[in-house]
């Protein structure tokens, strides 16, 4: 093909194509391992040409844009997405490349959890009610799918806590709402009985049943949620608190957010060395079939705090994560097969 712009403005093009089927119109046109193909393609490009990589790229950006038919909100933290490596070596870097930001040669702990197939929302609870429920849209601006949420039987109204004061006036909760496989399963055995479309995997299926304008149908789709983040944690008048009420371990922070009543996956576990990854994956990877949800790999997140704000973020992800990716199911024609429903 023709020269490095026009290979990248070609990418480009059908990555926002497939972006806005993918998260605008909840029906993807190739599957997951297609379109990771062609983003790991057009990183490389950039990374050859640099003066070719632009802040508008979808390399760069949060994938996701609110839908108008829904009020917006803005997100008092940024909601990003994930990094992801395909194999051991790729995964070895990111060890690396951490571990020289950090200046350490020490064993970094992470907190290791599967890499859930759903999609983003973040929970706001203010004096342990739950106000809002947002999706992570593109990062900045989700959709205001509250009524929605409220519908979700495992996302608790309020808080646990015997006292006001054993939580922040204001405690956001960002995580995953799934459609487990059963209910994935009995949603399109009766959509074929009626002669409907059918959903193309239970991720489609969730975000399809969440971004319901009627709550009702949502109500009906037996969709669960898991915690994995912390977001805004502070008062009312915006001054944050985090350090004040959660641990500095991303996983002590996971369990106490379960102690305030959210579910969190029983998958998650704290790894004291870097070594220990790749048994994690290789385990959640055998268990993936018998898992009563669907995952397509698994995250590993430095697990210290204060480590964390030293290394940051780049544009679309922060630098101390990454999804540690499976190898695809999906072929390009097997998708093509199903029809696709909102
Ligand atoms: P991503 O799905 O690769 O990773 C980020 C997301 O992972 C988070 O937003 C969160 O929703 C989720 N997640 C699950 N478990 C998590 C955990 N334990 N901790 C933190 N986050 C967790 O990134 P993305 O930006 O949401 O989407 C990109 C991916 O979506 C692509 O790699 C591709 O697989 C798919 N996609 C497919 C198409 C298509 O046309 N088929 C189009 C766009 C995107």
Request: hydrophobic share 40%; aromatic share 8%.
């Amino acid at each position: 093909m023709s020269n490095p712009t026009e290979q990248i403005n070609e990418i480009k093009k059908l990555i926002n194509q497939y972006n806005h089927q993918y998260y605008v119109l909840d029906e993807p046109s190739v599957p997951d391992a297609e379109y990771d193909r062609l983003m790991q393609a057009l990183i490389a490009l950039e990374q050859e040409n640099p003066t070719l990589k632009t802040t508008d790229s979808p390399s760069q950006k949060v994938g996701g844009l609110a839908l108008k038919a829904f009020t917006q909100v803005t997100h008092q933290l940024p909601m990003l997405s994930l990094d992801n490596v395909f194999d051991l070596a790729d995964f070895n870097s990111f060890i690396k490349r951490n571990k020289e930001r950090l200046h350490s040669n020490k064993a970094l702990t992470l907190c290791a959890e599967p890499k859930l197939d759903g999609l983003a929302v973040s929970l706001r609870y203010e004096k342990g009610i739950l106000v809002q429920a947002a999706t992570r849209g593109d990062g900045a601006i989700g959709e205001n799918i509250t009524e929605n949420i409220r519908t979700i039987k495992s996302i608790p109204l309020k808080l646990i806590g015997v006292l006001e004061t054993d939580y922040p006036e204001v405690v956001e909760v960002r995580g995953e709402v799934f459609m487990p496989k059963a209910s994935f399963e009995q949603l399109n055995e009766q959509a074929k009985k009626r002669g409907d479309k059918i959903f193309a995997n239970p991720r489609n299926a969730a975000a399809g049943s969440l971004r319901q304008l009627d709550s009702k149908i949502t109500a009906k789709r037996n969709l669960a949620f898991y915690a994995y983040s912390l977001g805004f944690v502070g008062n009312l008048q915006g001054d944050e608190l985090t350090e004040e009420f959660f641990e500095s371990s991303h996983y002590q922070r996971l369990c106490q957010i379960k102690l305030l009543g959210l579910p969190m996956c029983p998958e998650v576990r704290l790894l004291s060395n870097e070594n220990e990854s790749e048994a994690f994956y290789q385990n959640i990877l055998s268990k993936r079939a018998a898992l009563s949800y669907e995952i397509d790999g698994t995250v590993f997140k430095v697990d210290d705090i204060n480590q964390q704000k030293r290394l940051g973020f780049v544009a679309r992800a922060p630098r101390w994560a990454i999804a540690y990716k499976f190898p695809a199911q999906e072929e390009l024609t097997t998708v093509e097969d199903v029809e696709f429903q909102v």
